[in-house]
């Protein structure tokens, strides 16, 4: 199940996931936050 958010980010961290997004590597911003948070929360936890 998927549930909608509202984030507030920096104008030069949006910029940097559009160039992220350029590569093709994410379908859309949704996907780019998800990848960054299960690998961020991999990290934190695999410490």
């Not at 992220?20 to 690998?39: C, D, G, I, Q, W």
Request: proline share 0%; hydrophobic share 35%; no cysteine.
């Amino acid at each position: 199940m998927k549930h909608k958010l509202s984030i507030t980010i920096d104008e030069e961290t949006l910029y940097q996931i559009r160039d992220a997004m350029r590569s093709k590597t994410f379908r859309n911003k949704s996907h780019f936050f998800e990848v960054a948070a299960t690998r961020l929360i991999t990290e934190v936890t695999t410490k």
